[in-house]
């Protein structure tokens, strides 16, 4: 498990601040360096394997194998249904809907999951053929068809498509002949889809930007691969090497410039869940376990990239209420049956500080267990593709205690890069208060756009407060209890308090210009607004001569700035 230091935001940040700077990414402590040809080394090294074994043994990964076999198409050949060689593929053709178990690009890293738990040959061998049918032509079994290891569908689906053969070739090297093995860490050396989209291009993203999901999955994918075939028999390390260096530093753009410190994306939400899940987030952990490189800790921009899809969502039996949905492509977000929505907890294991993994597991417990487990699809493999499963297995803290959230997850999530700002009461039914707001137009190609509004999720409904005259933010002003106060550079400040002084969990208040009906007041100069979501009476409210007393809660308008006494 991983111990990790905290980072404490500063008390005021402005918005065109630098994000949080720190030694990063960090080493990790007495790692110890893989050497050519040793595998597995991506998600875990050889010394994991009794620890692993054991785990096939326990109830939970009983039933996470059972349905990694359910994706692989029962496991005990290859599967029976798959895109046919000769059909048109990519965007804009005719889709196919494919059964459970159709072969996808995660197929083979399943076979290789289960040759290493068991040690059968039977398995090393379907996932050969896995390779074979790749290098024949045989493509994914997503809707279009549009990842595949031949014929061109775009460097952002060539990126996952040789990441994930790559995972498949790390489990399944030792229980291959040294031919074989060649044979395919060359193929992944010399990737090449035509154009650009070749192993050289995507080590450092083939095309587009940082800012684009294209970006994250080609940089991720590129990095699998690069990780996977390290110093092997048959690899030039005199490309291989440059590639690694070339890589690291595309993996930190897309941390940095197409994430923000809070983890949103730079084409908002569901663009996010692609850039980050499919290849990304992946990447991210084999780093930290085949290069020692850790890209997780020191800054919390990874960390968030995984919390936030909980932190904002309403939640109850296997399903997410994530309002609002920003940006590009929404139907990407929380589709966990899907390769571009999948994995949300299974990945987030993998990657996560120690601290907040309890809390996770609290989450899941609660209002995904019983329904994943109904749906045969336990422990977060929802998703179609197998991969997820192999990820759910060696990822999710079985030997973990949950623990509450309130323990150690943060209640308020502020991205400064990207200008979102975020706040959540607590963790525990319909009535918890999650409140959010964009107050910039993102740069992706697909924008996320500026609000002039704060938006409130609660009890299943979501609606929309005051109005910004333009939302560009001055500075914020974090709070002890979880809450913050936002200042803008109109004079209007809005302010989140979560002490309870007032008599309330929740406490918005907003000052200036765009004030709302609700519970407005005027105190001398200053328009002040008061609002108090969720159950419970309002609390009284007395104007002074120079503060408003809301319970034992004192708001002031100090420099144009709301300041928030008890």
Do not use: C
């Given at each position: 498990m991983r111990t990790v230091a905290l980072i404490t935001l500063a008390l005021t940040m402005s918005t065109s601040a630098t994000p949080i700077q720190a030694p990063w990414p960090a080493p990790v402590p007495g790692h110890a360096a893989v050497e050519p040809g040793e595998h597995p080394r991506l998600f875990f090294r050889r010394a994991d394997l009794p620890r692993l074994r054991a785990r096939a043994e326990t109830p939970e990964g009983q039933a996470i194998l059972a349905r990694l076999r359910e994706l692989l198409g029962g496991a005990d050949g290859m599967p029976e249904h798959y895109r046919p060689k000769d059909v048109p593929f990519g965007d804009g053709t005719r889709p196919i809907d494919l059964p459970v178990g159709a072969y996808s690009i995660g197929h083979a890293a399943g076979f290789g999951l289960l040759y290493q738990l068991t040690g059968e040959k039977r398995y090393a061998e379907l996932g050969a053929e896995c390779f074979e049918w790749a290098f024949a032509g045989i493509r994914d079994r997503d809707r279009t068809g549009r990842y595949g290891w031949?014929?061109?569908s775009g460097a952002l689906r060539a990126g996952p498509t040789l990441g994930w053969y790559?995972?498949?070739?790390?489990?399944?090297?030792?229980?291959?002949?040294?031919?074989?093995?060649?044979?395919?860490a060359r193929a992944i050396q010399n990737f090449s889809q035509g154009g650009r989209t070749t192993l050289v291009n995507l080590a450092g993203g083939a095309s587009h930007a940082p800012i684009s999901n294209h970006w994250g999955m080609q940089v991720g994918g590129a990095a699998l691969a690069l990780l996977a075939i390290k110093g092997d028999p048959g690899v030039d390390m005199d490309i291989i090497a440059p590639l690694l260096e070339?890589?690291?530093?595309?993996?930190?753009?897309?941390?940095?410039?197409?994430?923000?410190?809070g983890g949103f994306f730079a084409e908002g939400d569901g663009t996010g869940s692609m850039a980050a899940h499919i290849a990304l987030l992946p990447a991210v952990q084999a780093w930290r376990t085949a290069a020692g490189v850790d890209f997780a800790t020191a800054r919390p921009n990874v960390q968030w990239m995984a919390k936030r899809w909980m932190f904002l969502a309403q939640m109850e039996d296997g399903q997410a209420d994530f309002r609002p949905n920003r940006g590009g492509y929404?139907?990407?977000?929380?589709?966990?049956?899907?390769l571009s929505g999948g994995g949300y907890f299974a990945h987030a294991f993998g990657i996560l500080d120690d601290e907040y993994?309890?809390?996770?597991?609290?989450?899941?417990?609660?209002?995904?267990?019983?329904?994943?487990?109904?749906?045969?699809?336990?422990?977060?493999?929802?998703?179609?593709?197998p991969h997820t499963a192999v990820l759910a297995f060696i990822n999710f803290p079985f030997e973990l205690e949950p623990e509450h959230p309130s323990v150690s997850w943060p209640r308020r999530n502020h991205d400064a890069r990207h200008g979102f700002h975020a706040w959540r009461n607590r963790f525990e039914d319909e009535s918890d208060v999650i409140?959010?707001?964009?107050?910039?137009?993102?740069?992706?190609?697909?924008?996320?756009?500026?609000?002039?509004?704060?938006?409130?999720?609660?009890?299943?409904?979501?609606?929309?407060?005051?109005?910004?005259?333009?939302?560009?933010l001055a500075?914020?002003?974090?709070?002890?209890?979880?809450?913050?106060?936002?200042?803008?550079?109109?004079?209007?400040?809005?302010?989140?308090?979560?002490?309870?002084?007032?008599?309330?969990?929740?406490?918005?208040?907003?000052?200036?210009?765009?004030?709302?009906e609700t519970n407005r007041l005027r105190m001398g100069e200053h328009t002040l607004a008061f609002l108090f979501p969720g159950a419970g009476d309002t609390p009284s409210i007395e104007v002074l001569e120079d503060a408003v007393r809301v319970?034992?809660?004192?708001?002031?308008?100090?420099?144009?700035?709301?300041?928030?006494?008890?």
């Open positions: 031949k014929g061109g790559a995972v498949a070739y790390d489990l399944l090297h030792d229980g291959w002949d040294e031919n074989f093995r060649v044979k395919v070339k890589n690291q530093k595309g993996i930190e753009r897309a941390l940095t410039e197409g994430f923000g410190e929404p139907h990407n977000t929380w589709a966990r049956s899907t993994l309890p809390g996770l597991l609290w989450i899941y417990d609660r209002w995904f267990r019983a329904a994943d487990l109904a749906d045969g699809t336990p422990f977060d493999t929802v998703s179609v593709y409140i959010s707001v964009l107050n910039r137009t993102t740069p992706g190609y697909i924008r996320a756009s500026a609000e002039n509004t704060v938006s409130l999720l609660t009890n299943g409904e979501l609606q929309t407060w005051g109005r910004f005259r333009g939302g560009i500075e914020y002003d974090v709070r002890e209890h979880g809450g913050s106060v936002l200042t803008f550079r109109d004079g209007g400040s809005f302010a989140v308090d979560f002490s309870g002084k007032s008599g309330r969990d929740v406490m918005l208040v907003w000052h200036g210009f765009g004030a709302p319970g034992d809660q004192t708001v002031r308008v100090i420099s144009r700035r709301l300041s928030l006494k008890h």
